[in-house]
C-alpha cells in the first residue's frame, strides 16, 4: 500500500504541475523512448546479475506492496516463543524440545506463534541452533561465531537483489541520455522539413532524458531503498534471536534471556518490559 501511495504522489505531482503550466499530456507519450530505456536497462540487468539474484528481485517487488512482516506483534511473538522454549528446556531439559524443533509445523508451541511459524528462514535459524543445543556439545563461544557466520550470510543474500535495482536506478539516466541522443541524431537528419515535425522530434527527445530521470529517482531508486529498509528490519528480526540463544546459554533463565532479546529491539518496536512480561504470563495461561 504505502508503495503505490508513493508512485501515485510521484506522478501525480510531475503530471499535475505539468498539466498546470500547460503542457499536453500526448507530448510526454513516447513508447519508442520507453522501450530504448526500459529495453536497455531490463537487458544490463540480466546480464549484470546471476539468475538467483533476478528471481529475488521479481519475488521480492511485489512484496512492497504488503505491509512490513516485522512489526511490534512479530517480536513479542518471537521473544514468546523463545521463552516458552528456553522454559521447557530449564524444566524438562533439553531433549524436551527435540520433537518441537524437528516439526515445527506439527509443533503446539509453535503454532502458538503463527506469526514466528509463517515466516520459513526465521522457524528454520530457530531450529537449526536449538537443534545444536540438543545434539551438539559447542559451547556459547563457538555457537555466537556461527550463528554471526550465518548472518553474515543472510545479511549478503538480503541485500544482493539491493544491489541489483539500485544499479538499474543509477543506470536509468544514463539511458536517458542515450534515447535523447538517439533523438537528436533523428532530428538532424530531418533538418529541412516542416518546423511542427522538428519540433515533435525535438520533444520526444528530451522525453527521453525525463523518462531516464524519473523512473531512476521516482520508481526504481525508492523501490530499491524500500527493499534495503525491508532487509535491515530482518537482520534485526535475527539478531534479536540469536541475542536470545546467547544469553541463555551463558545461564541467564527465561525471563532476562528474552529480555536481553528486547533489549536488541529499536525503540519504535520495542515492547516495555512490562507489556513483555504481561503477554509471556498470558500466553502461558493459554496453554
Given at each position: 500500500?504505502?508503495?503505490?501511495?508513493g508512485?501515485?504522489?510521484?506522478?501525480?505531482?510531475?503530471v499535475?504541475?505539468?498539466?498546470?503550466?500547460?503542457?499536453?499530456?500526448?507530448a510526454l507519450f513516447?513508447?519508442?523512448e520507453?522501450?530504448?530505456?526500459g529495453?536497455a536497462?531490463?537487458?544490463?540487468?540480466?546480464i549484470?546479475?546471476?539468475?538467483?539474484?533476478?528471481?529475488?528481485?521479481?519475488a521480492?517487488?511485489?512484496a512492497?506492496?504488503?505491509?512490513?512482516?516485522y512489526?511490534?506483534?512479530?517480536?513479542?511473538?518471537?521473544?514468546?516463543?523463545?521463552?516458552?522454549?528456553?522454559?521447557?528446556?530449564r524444566?524438562?531439559?533439553?531433549?524436551?524440545?527435540?520433537?518441537?524443533?524437528?516439526s515445527?509445523?506439527?509443533?503446539?508451541i509453535f503454532?502458538?506463534?503463527?506469526?514466528v511459524l509463517?515466516?520459513?528462514?526465521?522457524?528454520a535459524?530457530?531450529?537449526?541452533?536449538?537443534?545444536?543445543?540438543?545434539?551438539?556439545n559447542?559451547?556459547?563461544?563457538?555457537?555466537?561465531?556461527l550463528i554471526?557466520?550465518?548472518?553474515?550470510?543472510?545479511?549478503?543474500?538480503?541485500?544482493?537483489p539491493?544491489?541489483a535495482?539500485?544499479?538499474?536506478?543509477?543506470?536509468?539516466?544514463?539511458?536517458?541520455?542515450?534515447a535523447?541522443v538517439?533523438?537528436?541524431?533523428?532530428?538532424?537528419?530531418?533538418?529541412g522539413?516542416?518546423?511542427?515535425?522538428?519540433?515533435?522530434?525535438?520533444?520526444?527527445?528530451?522525453v527521453?532524458?525525463?523518462?531516464?530521470?524519473?523512473?531512476?529517482y521516482?520508481?526504481v531508486?525508492?523501490?530499491?531503498?524500500?527493499?534495503?529498509?525491508?532487509?535491515?528490519?530482518?537482520?534485526?528480526?535475527?539478531t534479536?534471536?540469536?541475542?536470545?540463544?546467547?544469553?541463555s546459554m551463558n545461564?541467564?533463565?527465561?525471563?532476562i534471556?528474552?529480555?536481553f532479546?528486547?533489549?536488541?529491539?529499536?525503540?519504535?518496536?520495542?515492547?516495555s518490559?512490562l507489556?513483555?512480561?504481561e503477554?509471556?504470563k498470558?500466553?502461558?495461561?493459554?496453554?
Amino acid at each position: 500500500m504505502k508503495l503505490i501511495i508513493g508512485l501515485v504522489a510521484v506522478f501525480a505531482s510531475i503530471v499535475g504541475g505539468y498539466l498546470l503550466e500547460g503542457g499536453h499530456l500526448l507530448a510526454l507519450f513516447q513508447p519508442a523512448e520507453l522501450l530504448i530505456i526500459g529495453g536497455a536497462a531490463l537487458g544490463a540487468f540480466f546480464i549484470a546479475n546471476p539468475v538467483h539474484v533476478i528471481k529475488d528481485v521479481y519475488a521480492k517487488v511485489p512484496a512492497l506492496l504488503q505491509g512490513s512482516l516485522y512489526n511490534k506483534q512479530s517480536y513479542m511473538d518471537v521473544l514468546g516463543l523463545m521463552y516458552t522454549l528456553f522454559s521447557k528446556i530449564r524444566k524438562d531439559g533439553v531433549i524436551a524440545i527435540e520433537r518441537e524443533i524437528d516439526s515445527p509445523e506439527q509443533s503446539a508451541i509453535f503454532n502458538e506463534y503463527p506469526t514466528v511459524l509463517n515466516n520459513k528462514h526465521a522457524t528454520a535459524f530457530i531450529c537449526d541452533y536449538f537443534r545444536l543445543m540438543v545434539n551438539g556439545n559447542m559451547n556459547t563461544f563457538e555457537i555466537e561465531n556461527l550463528i554471526d557466520v550465518d548472518l553474515e550470510c543472510h545479511h549478503e543474500a538480503m541485500h544482493s537483489p539491493v544491489t541489483a535495482l539500485a544499479s538499474v536506478a543509477d543506470a536509468l539516466p544514463a539511458f536517458g541520455i542515450v534515447a535523447a541522443v538517439m533523438g537528436v541524431v533523428i532530428t538532424m537528419g530531418a533538418i529541412g522539413g516542416e518546423v511542427a515535425i522538428l519540433g515533435h522530434k525535438v520533444a520526444a527527445a528530451l522525453v527521453g532524458t525525463f523518462l531516464g530521470v524519473l523512473l531512476s529517482y521516482g520508481v526504481v531508486g525508492p523501490m530499491a531503498a524500500s527493499l534495503n529498509s525491508r532487509a535491515e528490519e530482518e537482520s534485526r528480526f535475527f539478531t534479536c534471536i540469536k541475542t536470545c540463544f546467547i544469553a541463555s546459554m551463558n545461564g541467564y533463565p527465561p525471563q532476562i534471556s528474552v529480555e536481553f532479546g528486547r533489549m536488541a529491539l529499536l525503540p519504535h518496536i520495542r515492547p516495555s518490559f512490562l507489556e513483555l512480561e504481561e503477554y509471556v504470563k498470558s500466553r502461558k495461561l493459554k496453554k
